[in-house]
């Protein structure tokens, strides 16, 4: 059976009683276990950002971890990656949008700069750390920048600019915070005329004219084939994986690395072909899974999980993981750019360019918290609602 359903929030109890979730832009098959609902919300981006024509492609999207209201997190930082040169069209940037209300405001960092647009200025990664301090990657221009009181009379400081070498790479095309370091980690792409993959971490008060980082791993793959990562904080690894996820032994891989740089394979168990990864990954703090959506067709994606932190141990360095195929989704337009989870591990957000640029949000099954219980109250049947409720 597949059911049209919203998010319902009555007391923190939801149900669904669909296989399948289906609405104007995409349809959602849940084909894992127990770890996705079945609830599907959508917002807008485009129709609800400013002049509602301001969003051309969404590349990256972060959960504000200091958003928590209620027991929910309901502020989504976003990077819109446009090349348009007038601001009557889609505006490159920072932009923020709230959840319940779904509102959408741009904060700065315009790309839109030059006649004709100068595309290199275009962001690509974001990250957000403990106190509401957003960062964000430009991959092509090599520039990381940091953004001071981002919602009220936000400031802007370069952090790097151009600082990689033939080793080192400049690319930095996914970015996190980690926290028990208090330093961004830059994942640095390879497709260009410099080849090399990176990992880096990078201090909280560089400054692009005194930088501040360290790489802690690189490497220089026989194919020009780059990469996309994120830092867990569930067991203080950097995970990466590669566009084209290589076979070691007839098995996918990907990878994980330590803060003092040593690589770690994930050999995923069941998984006998490449994979084509579709541009992000995305790392459940609630059990440490890795999610990684892969290309099926144009514009049909399969979503799986890995159990990295149950890996069971192959040789030295070397683990298998159990992978199961979560959710399936069709009618993606323009594929999807960005995956993120909130930080209690209870939604995953999904941003697709597609004629909307919508952003999904999935909910888990993570249980609710202790507060939000309503004695009395069993089960809550399928229903159809706007946007979330408290």
Same mark, same amino acid.
Do not use: H
């Given at each position: 059976?597949? @059911?049209?359903?919203?998010?319902?929030?009555?007391?923190?109890?939801?149900?669904?009683?669909?296989?399948?979730?289906?609405?104007?832009?995409?349809?959602?098959?849940?084909?894992?276990?127990?770890?996705?609902?079945?609830?599907?919300?959508?917002?807008?981006?485009?129709?609800?950002?400013?002049?509602?024509?301001?969003?051309?492609?969404?590349?990256?999207?972060?959960?504000?971890?200091?958003?928590?209201?209620?027991?929910?997190?309901?502020?989504?930082?976003?990077?819109?990656?446009?090349?348009?040169?007038?601001?009557?069209?889609?505006?490159?940037?920072?932009?923020?949008?709230?959840?319940?209300?779904?509102?959408?405001?741009?904060?700065?960092?315009?790309?839109?700069?030059?006649?004709?647009?100068?595309?290199?200025?275009?962001?690509?990664?974001?990250?957000?750390?403990?106190?509401?301090?957003?960062?964000?990657?430009?991959?092509?221009?090599?520039?990381?920048?940091?953004?001071?009181?981002?919602?009220?009379?936000?400031?802007?400081?370069?952090?790097?600019?151009?600082?990689?070498?033939?080793?080192?790479?400049?690319?930095?095309?996914?970015?996190?915070?980690?926290?028990?370091?208090?330093?961004?980690?830059?994942?640095?792409?390879?497709?260009?005329?410099?080849?090399?993959?990176?990992?880096?971490?990078?201090?909280?008060?560089?400054?692009?004219?005194?930088?501040?980082?360290?790489?802690?791993?690189?490497?220089?793959?026989?194919?020009?084939?780059?990469?996309?990562?994120?830092?867990?904080?569930?067991?203080?690894?950097?995970?990466?994986?590669?566009?084209?996820?290589?076979?070691?032994?007839?098995?996918?891989?990907?990878?994980?690395?330590?803060?003092?740089?040593?690589?770690?394979?994930?050999?995923?168990?069941?998984?006998?072909?490449?994979?084509?990864?579709?541009?992000?990954?995305?790392?459940?703090?609630?059990?440490?899974?890795?999610?990684?959506?892969?290309?099926?067709?144009?514009?049909?994606?399969?979503?799986?999980?890995?159990?990295?932190?149950?890996?069971?141990?192959?040789?030295?360095?070397?683990?298998?993981?159990?992978?199961?195929?979560?959710?399936?989704?069709?009618?993606?337009?323009?594929?999807?750019?960005?995956?993120?989870?909130?930080?209690?591990?209870?939604?995953?957000?999904?941003? @697709?360019?597609?004629?909307?640029?919508?952003?999904?949000?999935?909910?888990?099954?993570?249980?609710?918290?202790?507060?939000?219980?309503?004695?009395?109250?069993?089960?809550?049947?399928?229903?159809?609602?706007?946007?979330?409720?408290?």
């Amino acid at each position: 059976m597949r @059911v049209c359903i919203k998010r319902l929030f009555f007391a923190g109890l939801l149900a669904s009683c669909a296989a399948g979730v289906a609405n104007a832009q995409a349809t959602f098959n849940f084909t894992g276990s127990t770890q996705l609902s079945g609830v599907v919300d959508t917002i807008p981006i485009r129709a609800n950002s400013p002049g509602g024509n301001s969003i051309g492609t969404i590349s990256a999207i972060v959960f504000d971890p200091t958003s928590q209201v209620g027991g929910e997190y309901n502020r989504i930082y976003f990077t819109n990656r446009e090349a348009s040169p007038t601001d009557a069209a889609a505006v490159g940037g920072l932009y923020v949008t709230d959840t319940v209300t779904e509102a959408v405001t741009f904060i700065g960092l315009k790309s839109n700069t030059a006649v004709p647009a100068n595309t290199n200025l275009n962001p690509s990664s974001l990250a957000v750390d403990s106190t509401g301090t957003v960062y964000v990657g430009r991959d092509v221009s090599a520039q990381l920048w940091r953004v001071n009181s981002p919602l009220s009379s936000p400031t802007f400081t370069q952090m790097l600019g151009n600082y990689g070498a033939a080793t080192t790479d400049d690319d930095p095309i996914s970015i996190s915070w980690v926290p028990s370091t208090n330093q961004i980690m830059v994942f640095d792409q390879g497709l260009d005329t410099d080849p090399p993959v990176a990992v880096s971490l990078v201090n909280p008060g560089s400054l692009s004219s005194a930088q501040s980082f360290t790489t802690i791993w690189t490497a220089t793959p026989a194919v020009d084939n780059n990469i996309r990562g994120m830092f867990s904080s569930y067991d203080n690894f950097g995970y990466l994986t590669y566009a084209a996820l290589p076979l070691e032994g007839g098995t996918a891989a990907i990878y994980r690395v330590d803060l003092l740089g040593n690589l770690q394979t994930i050999l995923l168990n069941g998984i006998t072909s490449s994979l084509s990864l579709d541009d992000s990954i995305a790392v459940n703090p609630a059990d440490g899974s890795v999610w990684l959506p892969i290309i099926t067709t144009g514009t049909n994606r399969t979503y799986y999980r890995v159990d990295v932190a149950t890996a069971a141990l192959q040789s030295p360095g070397v683990y298998l993981a159990n992978t199961t195929a979560e959710f399936t989704a069709t009618g993606f337009n323009g594929g999807q750019n960005s995956v993120a989870f909130s930080p209690d591990g209870r939604w995953l957000a999904v941003a @697709v360019p597609d004629g909307a640029d919508t952003i999904y949000l999935l909910r888990t099954n993570v249980p609710e918290p202790a507060s939000f219980a309503l004695a009395g109250v069993a089960t809550l049947g399928c229903v159809a609602v706007s946007r979330r409720r408290r």
